[in-house]
Every structure is written in C-alpha cells, then in structure tokens.
C-alpha cells in the first residue's frame, strides 16, 4: 500500500490523503489551500484525477472539499462518499467559493469551472448513513461514524483487502469539541491498522463550554451597559447555528436582556436552511427542543441579511447590538466592512472565536496589535478584543488523545498527525510517543510512504 499526503501536512488547510493499494487509488478529502498557502491550489495535482475510483469525503468545510472542482475538472468520474448533509453543505460552500474567487477577482481552484460543472459535480456524490457496512469494490469496504465536528460530519474507517489480508484504516476527519450543541459527540473507533489524525488544537486546552458561555453573556451584558456593537466573526456552518441555539435559549428563558442580533451572511444563512433539514443528524437535547415547539435558529430580535436590499441595516440600527458575520477567519464576508467602521470606538467589543492562522488579521488582532490593516486602511484598534476557543468546533489536545487511546483492538501500528501547524502536530506526537507504542509520523506536504 502507498500512502501519499497532498496538503494539511503541518498546516490546517488543503487535507487531501491518497491510498493506492492493489489496482485501487482513492483520496480522502480534496480540500482547498487557504491563507498564506493558497497559491498552492494552482500547482497540478502530483497524480491523475482520471485515475482516482473514488473520494471520501469527510465533511463540508472548504479546506476538505475545495479542491473537488479541480479534481472533476482533471477528469475524474468517480463516486464521492459523504453523508447527506455534507453533500448539500458542500453544494452551497462550493458556489459560495467560486463566487467569492470572482468577485474579488481572482483565480478559482479551477480557472474554467463553472456554476454548472459544480452541479454536474454534485450528482456523482453517493450519501451514506452513519454505521453501516458499506461495500465500495471487491477490495474496500468503509463505516462513516460521526466525528461531532459539523452536521454531518464523518469519521472514516476503511477496511482494506491486500494480498487477501485485510488492513483497517481510520481517517478521524476534524472531530467536534464534545459537548457541542446541535451535533452529537464525536464517535470513538474501536480498533485500526493505521490512523490519521487531526491535529487542529493538538496543542491547546480549551476552556470549558460553560465558561465560555459565561464570558459571551458578560460581554452582551457590557455593550448594552456601552451603548456598544458586540461582533463576532462566524463561520457559516457549526459556529453560527451554535451560536444562534445559545442566544435563542438565553432569549426565550430571559438570560439576556433584549438586544437586536443581526446575521450578515447569505451563505450561514443558506446553511441554517440545510441544518433545519437534517434534524435526525441532532443530538437529543436539540431533538426534544424541537419536539417542544421550539425554533432552535429563531428568536425576538434577530434580523437576517438575506439580500443586497438589506444591505445597510445593521449599520443603521442604534446600538447596542450584536453583528454575526462573516466570515470566521476574516476572508471575504462581510465582517471586515463592519471592522473597518467599528473597531476604532473602545465602546465596542470584538469577539473572535475562531481559530485564526498564523500571521493573519484574526491572529494579529488576538496578539492586541494597535494598528491594522484592512483593505489598505489603517484601523487603530481602540475597541475591546477578546478571544475564545470553547466555541471552537475542534476537540482540543485532551479530546484527541482520548480519540487515539480508545483505538485499542487493535492498537494501531502507525498514526499519521495531520491538519495541524508545525507546533500542534509535534506537540501532540510528542504526547503520543510517549503514551502509545505506535509508529507516530508528521508527515510533510508530497511524502509518500510504503506499507
Ligand atoms: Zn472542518
């Protein structure tokens, strides 16, 4: 077997794994390159998509599906295998991305592909449910369980036959940040060969949930005192749907005093829509919240900005308020205009609870920088800026370990450290040498190993 890695290698963007074992070649997910190693979408992938028979594709974020255009518009015809909610997801992020790359004018994944090789794209996805067996060919059979990251979210485990031996794979996908609202936690896998894992936060501990929710309600509670804007850079898919399920809750049992809410994103509020569709794929808290009458994504004072119309409203409205936008690291989205216009005022509060790369505008205002650039202006940061990670949707070094140390029958032989920076990935393998027998490798962008 050869196994080859084609981005998140120390780094958190571009997953895209390929196994080719015994006349079948498969990748697991084909995500975009983002931030400072975007101009990495443009190289040739180092094989043929022709030859690739299938894709498993473990959730919708841009930085595993991205790259699914070039793929197709390469040549490749295969299946690609998610649950329901990530194909429809990855419709949505697919067209959003190919927009954005348009408007700020330049260059997609894949130059010539169009709005309507994206939905030829969408048909040769195949939507699998969590727990069954599934027969790919003669040689591969694979199990999605849930990974607790976003709705639909999938961890892989593949059974690999070779020289009539089998071998198990486990692909851990981005896996949640347990207990979560809205997804259920993360599934732990009982046995594997060789293991894949994330390594987001592998060298973070999170705060607690509670906590958490403590610093977001003080917070509301201080811009209203102000008179002041509370905003919070979302992403369109986990984070705003937890955030809205928070508020919502907080709203209807009058935890917070009333304070107008407005969500200015088309695509988080395209997302809702397809979370609204899928709530067998909820835990059972927000099952039995719906089964009350509730609306988990609705409540007294929040506007959506659904269209160039209402564009303006936000602005307009008096403070305090709270402004959700997009889009979570910065990029594209609206959040760098209400940036531009609010972040010089000390009455007001930016709320980052995303995780942010190194060297970026997120990351460069956490490290309370005075001065930033946004769009060629420069922005004296008077405003309160505060970051927190109990919102994020990635399991945190102790939730990870606690992944790999539930995989025990078998141990796995190897486990290769993935989609995390340099620090992240060898803190975690530092951990894992010591605890686990395992052959544990942080693997380089274009390594190829034999098995
Ligand atoms: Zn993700």
């Known amino acids: 077997m050869k196994i080859s890695?084609?981005?998140?290698?120390?780094?958190?963007t571009g997953s895209c794994t390929l196994i080719e074992s015994e006349g079948v070649k498969f990748l697991v997910d084909c995500g975009m390159f983002q931030g400072e190693e975007s101009e990495k979408n443009?190289?040739?992938?180092?094989?043929?998509?022709?030859?690739?028979?299938?894709?498993l594709l473990t959730h919708a974020h841009l930085d595993h599906c991205g790259r699914l255009p070039k793929l197709f518009m390469g040549g490749f015809r295969g299946r690609i295998y998610s649950t329901a909610p990530t194909r429809d997801l990855a419709e949505i992020i697919l067209l959003d991305a190919l927009k954005v790359s348009r408007d700020e004018g330049k260059v997609f994944v894949a130059p010539l592909c169009t709005e309507g090789d994206i939905l030829e794209l969408m048909e040769f996805f195949t939507c699998l449910a969590y727990e069954k067996e599934n027969k790919i060919n003669d040689s591969v059979k694979i199990w999605l369980r849930d990974a607790g990251?976003?709705?639909?979210?999938?961890?892989f485990e593949v059974l690999l036959k070779e020289n009539e031996k089998e071998k198990k794979l486990v692909f851990s996908g981005d896996l949640g940040n347990s207990p979560a609202p809205?997804?259920?936690?993360?599934?732990?896998?009982?046995?594997a060969d060789i293991v894949f894992v994330e390594s987001t936060y592998g060298n973070r501990i999170h705060e607690s949930k509670e906590k958490g929710k403590e610093i977001?309600?003080?917070?509301?509670?201080?811009?209203?005192?102000?008179?002041?804007?509370?905003?919070?850079?979302?992403?369109?898919?986990?984070r705003t749907q937890e955030l809205l399920?928070?508020?919502?809750?907080?709203?209807?049992?009058?935890?917070?005093?009333?304070?107008?809410?407005?969500?200015?994103?088309?695509?988080?509020?395209?997302?809702?829509?397809?979370?609204?569709?899928?709530?067998?794929?909820?835990?059972?808290?927000?099952?039995?919240?719906?089964?009350?009458?509730?609306?988990?994504?609705?409540?007294?004072g929040l506007f959506m900005i659904n269209n160039v119309s209402q564009a303006g409203v936000a602005e307009k409205a008096i403070p305090p308020k709270i402004i959700l936008a997009g889009s979570g690291m910065f990029q594209g989205g609206k959040i760098k205009s209400y940036l531009?216009?609010?972040?010089?005022?000390?009455?007001?509060?930016?709320?980052?609870i995303s995780y942010q790369s190194e060297g970026s505008l997120g990351r460069r205002l956490i490290n309370k920088e005075k001065s930033v650039e946004i769009d060629g202006k420069i922005i004296h940061v008077k405003a309160d800026v505060l970051a927190i990670f109990s919102f994020s949707s990635h399991a945190d070094q102790l939730a990870l370990l606690n992944w790999v140390d539930a995989i025990k029958n078998p141990k796995p032989k190897k486990v290769f450290i993935v989609h995390g920076e340099e620090s992240a990935g060898q803190s975690l393998a530092t951990i894992l040498k010591g605890t686990t027998r395992s052959d544990i490798i942080v693997p380089v962008y274009g390594n190829k190993y034999n098995i």
């Open 5 to 12: 890695f084609h981005g998140a290698c120390r780094e958190v």
């Open 42 to 55: 443009q190289k040739d992938f180092s094989f043929n998509p022709k030859d690739i028979d299938f894709v």
């Open 149 to 155: 990251h976003i709705l639909g979210s999938a961890s």
């Open 182 to 191: 809205i997804v259920r936690d993360p599934e732990l896998i009982s046995g």
């Open 216 to 238: 977001l309600k003080k917070k509301i509670e201080e811009v209203i005192e102000k008179q002041g804007i509370l905003m919070i850079p979302v992403f369109a898919m986990e």
């Open 245 to 300: 399920y928070e508020l919502n809750n907080w709203v209807e049992n009058q935890e917070i005093p009333y304070i107008p809410v407005f969500l200015d994103s088309p695509l988080a509020i395209k997302a809702t829509g397809i979370y609204r569709n899928y709530v067998d794929f909820y835990d059972e808290e927000a099952r039995s919240l719906i089964g009350k009458g509730d609306d988990l994504f609705d409540f007294k």
């Open 340 to 352: 531009k216009r609010y972040l010089g005022d000390s009455a007001n509060t930016l709320l980052i």
